[in-house]
């Protein structure tokens, strides 16, 4: 008897589409949770150099909750690419100009730093309110409570 390891591959891998209720998660736990979707580590058939994740929807972006004082203390750096153009932003301001970049940028946080992490990215869909465009794919709804 031989057993061989078979490594899926772009034509093997089996993608479904995933639809996820953000209303009242914590956002780390959500985000670690949907990074582990997104990589295909929830599959058996994981491969850790392929795209063998699911494709997901996130609704309820903007009714993300953050525990004890994330909301005021935590800061996003970014800059704008002049001189003294540094720019902090709380979790507070960006929920009130963009709701959906906090989610996005937890969960891109968690992918892998590379071209991989970039075409995982691609399969995340996040909107702000109950509604989403993608009622085509047919996304099955699952509860990331069953996700260990």
């Known amino acids: 008897m ?50 063998c994740g ?17 909301m005021t203390d935590k800061r996003y750096f970014r800059h704008t690419g002049y001189p003294g153009g540094q720019v902090i932003d709380t979790p507070e301001k960006l929920l009130a100009k963009k709701p959906g970049s906090v989610v996005e940028k937890a969960i891109k946080g968690m992918l892998p730093k590379n071209r991989l992490g970039s075409e995982l990215f691609r399969n995340l869909h996040v909107f702000v309110g109950p509604g989403h465009t993608h009622e085509a794919q047919q996304p099955k709804e699952i509860n990331l409570n069953d996700i260990k």
Request: aromatic share 4%; hydrophobic share 35%.
């Open 2 to 51: 031989s057993y061989k390891t078979k490594s899926a591959n772009k034509e093997t891998v089996n993608k479904e589409w995933v639809l996820v209720n953000a209303e009242g998660e914590v956002l780390g736990r959500l985000a670690s949770k949907v990074a582990k979707i997104l990589r295909g580590k929830h599959k058996p058939s994981f491969t850790p150099h392929v795209d």
């Open 54 to 70: 699911d494709n997901v929807i996130i609704i309820n972006a903007a009714k993300v909750k953050l525990t004890g004082k994330k």
